[in-house]
């Protein structure tokens, strides 16, 4: 942009120039040992801020972290420094009620948009001080972490929401993925880059996060550090909630994830990307072909949907169905050491239209699930002495059986066992 410069400037490629030490000894400033709790109707941002600008979100001995968080009634959680990133990411979370009167605003806005834009200002404060002497106008740049299955709602379909906030703010706005990610944030994560003055950014910055309010991702409540919160509650083992759990439970040792319940939960932001080789992951879903229609859609807009969205290789096997089944195979290329998995996604949203659904007479209603495992890896469900699976129903209250051989379906190979969740 003619005539503006970067607040920012050259980033520095180590950790030494930050204003609060930059490293290990001041770690979980501001009372941030507190449990990460992230509820699924949460609202979250991921806010990336200079590591030496950091300093004035914290403040001296983190009296300015624990003035913004009183303030705003929202959690903030600033993350420690990642060797090879001059970036940090700053959390900020709350429940989606409106409460807040903040001005600017014509209506109330969570505890979490508040926070986010007190932070957002006392950074372009802090840089503007800096550029007093300087009579160009100086270029303020917002950088947000996004998971992929929440970017949609702020570009659109075909590009016109980011099309309609790039013309009615003014700023700059671009979504950068993959190589173009720092080094702190998730493979699946994306990134949405703000440029412009001060007050275009803040115009467009108001319209992004109100759709990432409105539109919470649907793995969020999985980013807790505390493992009880990362689990629906209640008892009945019909539950879809619970079948649901079950499912990711069955999923996560067979893929090569972590499935103790506190390696689930752990914090995705906090994990950061190494160059660790991506491999082959499948999991093949056993569907009545009764339902076949519901999992592609008309004209394939369903599976086709999932596919963009879980960025999975999704293939139903119906040409070589042997009576009432078919197979569903989902396939990506995978970090195990991720935590996010594409295949479980697609997985996950395709299980309600390809499981057998059965209302009870009480009016509840239960799903049944079934996966295709290789008799080869059947072993990594079951355990030593069946301590793995009787976990996995302790943890997710749902009923998950190994079916013998003769209660296979005719489209299972010989070679394969059956779960059924």
Same mark, same amino acid.
């Given at each position: 942009?003619?005539?503006?410069?970067?607040?920012?400037?050259?980033?520095?490629?180590?950790?030494?120039?930050?204003?609060?030490?930059?490293?290990?000894?001041?770690?979980?400033?501001?009372?941030?040992?507190?449990?990460?709790?992230?509820?699924?109707?949460?609202?979250?941002?991921?806010?990336?801020?200079?590591?030496?600008?950091?300093?004035?979100?914290?403040?001296?001995?983190?009296?300015?972290?624990?003035?913004?968080?009183?303030?705003?009634?929202?959690?903030?959680?600033?993350?420690?420094?990642?060797?090879?990133?001059?970036?940090?990411?700053?959390?900020?979370?709350?429940?989606?009620?409106?409460?807040?009167?903040?001005?600017?605003? @014509?209506?109330?806005?969570?505890?979490?948009?508040?926070?986010?834009?007190?932070?957002?200002?006392?950074?372009?404060?802090?840089?503007?001080?800096?550029?007093?002497?300087?009579?160009?106008?100086?270029?303020?740049?917002?950088?947000?972490?996004?998971?992929?299955?929440?970017?949609?709602?702020?570009?659109?379909?075909?590009?016109?929401?980011?099309?309609?906030?790039?013309?009615?703010?003014?700023?700059?706005?671009?979504?950068?993925?993959?190589?173009?990610?720092?080094?702190?944030?998730?493979?699946? @994560?994306?990134?949405?880059?703000?440029?412009?003055?001060?007050?275009?950014?803040?115009?467009?910055?108001?319209?992004?996060?109100?759709?990432?309010?409105?539109?919470?991702?649907?793995?969020?409540?999985?980013?807790?550090?505390?493992?009880?919160?990362?689990?629906?509650?209640?008892?009945?083992?019909?539950?879809?909630?619970?079948?649901?759990?079950?499912?990711?439970?069955?999923?996560?040792?067979?893929?090569?994830?972590?499935?103790?319940?506190?390696?689930?939960?752990?914090?995705?932001?906090?994990?950061?990307?190494?160059?660790?080789?991506?491999?082959?992951?499948?999991?093949?879903?056993?569907?009545?072909?009764?339902?076949?229609?519901?999992?592609?859609?008309?004209?394939?807009?369903?599976?086709?949907?999932?596919?963009? @969205?879980?960025?999975?290789?999704?293939?139903?096997?119906?040409?070589?169905?042997?009576?009432? @089944?078919?197979?569903?195979?989902?396939?990506?290329?995978?970090?195990?050491?991720?935590?996010?998995?594409?295949?479980?996604?697609?997985?996950?949203?395709?299980?309600?239209?390809?499981?057998?659904?059965?209302?009870?007479?009480?009016?509840?209603?239960?799903?049944?699930?079934?996966?295709?495992?290789?008799?080869?890896?059947?072993?990594?469900?079951?355990?030593?002495?069946?301590?793995?699976?009787?976990?996995?129903?302790?943890?997710?209250?749902?009923?998950?059986?190994?079916?013998?051989?003769?209660?296979?379906?005719?489209?299972?190979?010989?070679?394969?066992?059956?779960?059924?969740?």
């Amino acid at each position: 942009m003619a005539g503006q410069r970067s607040i920012h400037g050259k980033r520095p490629h180590s950790q030494s120039g930050y204003s609060d030490g930059g490293g290990d000894k001041r770690r979980n400033v501001g009372g941030d040992r507190e449990a990460f709790s992230v509820a699924q109707e949460d609202t979250v941002y991921r806010y990336l801020t200079p590591g030496k600008k950091i300093g004035s979100i914290i403040g001296r001995g983190g009296e300015i972290v624990k003035q913004l968080r009183a303030d705003t009634r929202s959690k903030i959680r600033i993350g420690e420094s990642v060797p090879g990133c001059d970036e940090r990411i700053v959390t900020l979370y709350s429940s989606n009620e409106e409460t807040n009167d903040v001005e600017g605003f @014509d209506t109330r806005i969570c505890p979490a948009q508040d926070a986010l834009f007190r932070v957002h200002d006392r950074i372009v404060a802090d840089d503007a001080t800096m550029e007093e002497d300087s009579e160009e106008t100086p270029l303020v740049i917002v950088r947000l972490l996004v998971p992929s299955d929440q970017i949609g709602c702020i570009i659109g379909k075909g590009g016109q929401v980011i099309q309609n906030i790039r013309a009615d703010s003014g700023a700059q706005i671009r979504i950068l993925k993959d190589e173009n990610l720092p080094v702190c944030a998730m493979r699946t @994560d994306e990134l949405v880059q703000i440029s412009g003055d001060a007050s275009v950014v803040k115009k467009a910055l108001k319209q992004i996060s109100a759709r990432i309010h409105d539109n919470p991702s649907r793995f969020q409540h999985l980013l807790s550090s505390s493992a009880p919160s990362s689990y629906p509650s209640g008892s009945s083992v019909l539950s879809a909630g619970a079948q649901l759990m079950g499912l990711t439970s069955v999923m996560a040792p067979y893929s090569g994830y972590k499935s103790e319940a506190a390696d689930w939960s752990r914090s995705l932001y906090a994990a950061p990307r190494g160059d660790i080789p991506a491999r082959d992951f499948s999991l093949r879903l056993v569907c009545p072909l009764a339902n076949v229609g519901g999992v592609i859609g008309k004209g394939g807009a369903i599976i086709n949907q999932i596919r963009q @969205d879980s960025r999975a290789t999704i293939k139903v096997e119906s040409s070589a169905a042997e009576g009432d @089944d078919c197979v569903i195979e989902v396939i990506a290329k995978e970090v195990f050491e991720d935590a996010f998995s594409p295949v479980i996604d697609a997985v996950i949203r395709l299980h309600p239209r390809c499981s057998e659904k059965v209302e009870r007479d009480s009016g509840l209603v239960s799903f049944t699930t079934r996966l295709l495992v290789p008799s080869s890896q059947i072993g990594c469900l079951i355990g030593k002495g069946g301590s793995i699976i009787s976990d996995m129903r302790r943890i997710s209250k749902a009923s998950i059986r190994i079916l013998s051989k003769e209660n296979l379906p005719k489209i299972a190979s010989e070679d394969d066992e059956m779960v059924q969740v």
